[in-house]
């Protein structure tokens, strides 16, 4: 939880990988929230101090996982409006912007984005999001210790380097420092 709040405050696109993998945590233990009380939260827990605040977080993901029907797949509604979010800032930096520096990044990982998105259930999902699943599957991939090819490494680069961008970008906009001048 507080790994959580620190990253959604310095990092947007770390965060919503760290919480994919909290979901991912979460979905493991069945949205069982006793489990969770019982097995991962004391693993987790920095401070006993921290206790009811944690308890509280992962029992109010549990609730919303369920109600959402998102117990085997998708994100946290919180989740999606950043990703909304993000998607709406992709378009108004190619489009409205005219970002020239954004522009080359996504030509640059577009072929490693359309790859990914073939050999996965992502066929038609906005690069952004592609790129944010590869990253996730990259992440899990070094947690396992499997190994990455140098080749899978270079295009997945490009689609960080796509990512590292519009995070600052978003970090920028929401902190009221980004101009955006349409005349």
Known sequence: MLIAEQKRKENIIEYLLY?????????????????????LIPSVLPN?????QYERWYEDICKELKRSGKTQKGH???????FAELTLLHRTL?????????????ENALPSIEEFSSKSTLVNAHPIE?????????????????EITAETDAAMD????????????YAKMKSGKWGINLN
């Open 76 to 82: 946290l509604y919180e989740l999606e409006e950043v």
């Open 158 to 169: 490009s689609m960080r380097i796509l990512l590292s961008y519009i995070g600052r970008e």
């Open 130 to 146: 592609v790129c944010l699943h590869a990253m996730n599957m990259k992440l899990q991939l070094k947690l396992r210790k499997q």
């Open 94 to 106: 190619l489009e409205i912007m005219i970002d020239e520096k954004y522009k080359v990044l996504v």
């Open 48 to 52: 006993p101090s921290f206790l009811l």
């Open 19 to 39: 919480m994919y993998q909290i979901e991912d945590i979460v979905r493991s233990m069945h949205c069982d929230y006793e489990r969770i009380k019982t097995s």
